[in-house]
């Protein structure tokens, strides 16, 4: 996926989010990720994804795997 395809799919997400209304965007991320866990189906993958996303999105990133 590049950068623009990227955009796209995140655009649409926010704007699934902003038509669902503030009080079910939580549940509506909720079923996409039971949609994309069910889709990719590698829970190694799925596990290093859940860490990452827990990750203080303030903190230097690092992706190296090391």
């Avoid at 190694?44 to 303030?58: H, N, Y």
Wanted: aromatic share 4%; glycine share 6%.
């Amino acid at each position: 996926m590049n950068a623009e395809d990227l955009d796209t799919v995140y655009t649409a997400l926010c704007s699934a989010m902003t038509t669902a209304g503030e009080a079910q965007a939580p549940i509506l991320l909720a079923r996409f990720a039971l949609l994309a866990i069910v889709e990719i189906g590698d829970p190694g993958k799925l596990r290093q994804l859940i860490a990452a996303a827990a990750e203080d999105p303030a903190a230097p990133a690092d992706r190296s795997g090391s």
